[in-house]
């Protein structure tokens, strides 16, 4: 017989109801085991997970809803084919969601161009990322029911695609700046940002410790395990039936807000008052900055000679980490700005997503110093506050690249 002609596995099943594993072969037959050791907790929402080795995850709920996930292979990790990348801030995807759920409370606009997104994604013209700043946004709301619908809505249409960590981003990017100053690179930019490969929405540095498949796999079987681990893994945190707690104040709103409350009261000009909020923002970057300047290679002179050299400047290359900067320059210099404990999660993930996605639509108090920060780094994003905008401007990009190509 013809070794092509073979059959072979098409699909491998975990089947919560009946505690078995299938595989499903290219000529229809399939085989069922049982499984003893099942890998859905209690609090799971999850009834099946349907693999294709040949690319892709289906994850089905109790509920009976769909959500499909695309998978990266080890040598392909980020195929955007020429997609558009359109980031929305969290209290986006709630009309998004509750216009694809069913919901009654949102505009007209708001259900086309939710309606659209929806099926630009299906079409494979965009992708729309998720990031652990939606994760932890969703999962702590304690309404169970709204819960499902919005961790439903934003699995459904991000398809696996990840912003990396932004945490992460900025100490790439503040090693590739010292790789710049030293002229080894032309620019500070990184890949990857948005990503299909396993693990990136949390960094090492927060102390995630990633799975660890069998050390006799090889390795791109241990790959694919570990990718499809990962991959099932945020679906079923996202949609687990108990909400997470909020973790504990870190006392960072309090700290700016008593510092932008001192900075209204000196009498400097704007120059002045830039220069102490980057001598305020470069203490929260001590760590990165001393491990960033150790992996470029930089000897103490060095170290030395950069930081004699206005470094402030050397964060304008950055996409994300200036982008950041701009963002916090613009909200202490705003006289009488009211600091909130989720400006830092807002802050944080919109510079990472404005520094390297098209599109970006998010609230207005955060949307007016993204745009600034964008026009002061010539970066390319576009930011609106309405999805409605959003919509006709990435529509717009789409026809031009189809008529361009």
Same mark, same amino acid.
């Given at each position: 017989m013809n070794q092509k002609s073979d059959p072979f596995v098409?699909?491998?099943?975990?089947?919560?109801?009946?505690?078995?594993?299938?595989?499903?072969?290219?000529?229809?037959? =399939?085989?069922?085991?049982?499984?003893?050791?099942?890998?859905? =907790?209690t609090t799971s929402l999850l009834d099946r997970l349907h693999c294709s080795p040949l690319g892709g995850l289906l994850a089905v709920t109790r509920d009976g809803d769909d959500i499909a996930f695309e998978l990266p292979t080890q040598d392909r990790t980020e195929p955007l084919d020429n997609r558009l990348v359109v980031y929305l801030d969290q209290n986006m995807w709630r009309p998004v969601s509750e216009a694809l759920q069913g919901g009654d409370v949102v505009s007209g606009e708001d259900r086309v161009a939710a309606e659209q997104l929806a099926d630009w994604v299906r079409n494979r013209l965009i992708v729309m990322p998720a990031s652990a700043g939606h994760y932890y946004e969703t999962t702590k709301w304690s309404v169970s029911d709204k819960r499902y619908s919005?961790?439903?809505?934003?699995?459904?249409?991000?398809r696996g695609w990840q912003m990396r960590d932004p945490l992460q981003?900025?100490?790439?990017?503040?090693?590739?700046?010292?790789?710049?100053?030293?002229?080894?690179?032309?620019?500070?930019?990184?890949?990857?940002?948005?990503?299909l490969a396993p693990n990136a929405l949390h960094s090492p540095s927060r102390g995630v410790t990633a799975y660890t498949p069998p050390s006799d796999f090889s390795a791109d079987d241990a790959?694919?395990?570990?990718?499809?681990?990962?991959?099932?893994?945020?679906?079923?945190?996202?949609l687990d039936a108990e909400h997470v707690e909020p973790g504990p104040e870190t006392g960072w709103a309090e700290s700016n807000q008593r510092y932008s409350n001192w900075l209204d009261a000196q009498d400097w000009d704007s120059q002045q008052k830039r220069r102490s909020i980057d001598a305020f923002l470069f203490s929260d970057f001590q760590r990165e900055l001393a491990e960033g300047a150790h992996a470029a290679g930089l000897s103490l002179q060095e170290v030395q000679q950069w930081g004699q050299k206005q470094p402030a400047q050397s964060f304008a290359v950055q996409p994300a980490t200036g982008l950041y900067r701009e963002m916090f320059h613009n909200r202490h210099l705003n006289m009488g700005t009211k600091w909130r404990r989720n400006d830092l999660t807002d802050m944080i993930y919109l510079s990472c997503a404005a520094g390297y996605?098209?599109?970006?639509?998010?609230?207005?108090?955060?949307?007016?110093p993204l745009g600034r920060g964008i026009r002061?780094?010539?970066?390319?994003?576009?930011?609106?506050?309405?999805?409605?905008?959003?919509?006709?401007?990435?529509?717009?990009?789409?026809?031009q690249a189809g008529a361009s190509g």
């Open positions: 098409v699909m491998v099943t975990i089947d919560r109801e009946t505690s078995s594993v299938v595989l499903t072969r290219s000529d229809g037959k =399939a085989a069922r085991a049982p499984l003893t050791d099942l890998p859905f =907790a919005l961790g439903l809505t934003i699995l459904q249409l991000s981003v900025r100490e790439d990017e503040i090693l590739e700046m010292f790789r710049c100053w030293k002229g080894e690179v032309d620019s500070a930019r990184v890949p990857s940002v948005f990503t790959f694919q395990l570990v990718a499809l681990t990962s991959a099932s893994t945020y679906i079923d945190v996202m996605a098209d599109f970006v639509v998010c609230e207005r108090h955060m949307r007016e002061r780094l010539g970066l390319p994003a576009k930011v609106f506050r309405r999805l409605s905008e959003a919509v006709l401007a990435i529509g717009d990009a789409l026809e």
